[in-house]
């Protein structure tokens, strides 16, 4: 079966740069895109960040341009969410997304990622 965990979440100052890290298993010898989401209590959850599968294609929300960067390293079936100048808005449990693609340059909408992680809390103090 299908397993992502994240990992890296923690306490940040404001300004400060954290990096998260999702780990996925059961996706072997398949295509698959990934993507970050967060979601804070009282809130819908929220897109962040994707990546495709070879690299090729990024996307961001735009609260989150030119802070953070998403990245993979299909090797380690690992993707990656660094964040720098990092602000209290940031604040939240950031979830870990994948799902299958045929196109190795495909970037899924939102509402197409069949599999999630648990989360990881970010918290950023002000």
């Known amino acids: 079966q299908v397993q992502l965990v994240e990992s890296g979440g923690g306490l940040v100052q404001a300004g400060g740069s954290l990096r998260v890290s999702c780990a996925a298993s059961g996706l072997t010898s398949s295509r698959y895109a990934m993507a970050w989401f967060r979601q804070t209590p009282g809130k819908e959850r929220e897109f962040v960040a994707a990546?495709?599968?070879?690299?090729?294609?990024?996307n961001y929300a735009d609260s989150v341009k030119g802070r953070f960067t998403i990245s993979r390293d299909n090797a380690k079936n690992t993707e990656y969410l660094q964040m720098n100048r990092l602000k209290p808005e940031d604040t939240a449990v950031y979830y870990c997304?994948?799902?299958?693609?045929?196109?190795?340059?495909?970037?899924?909408?939102?509402?197409?990622?069949?599999?999630w992680g648990q989360g990881t809390q970010v918290t950023v103090s002000s």
């Open positions: 990546i495709s599968w070879s690299s090729g294609n990024t």
């Open positions: 997304a994948a799902t299958r693609v045929y196109n190795s340059d495909y970037l899924p909408r939102e509402n197409e990622y069949a599999y």
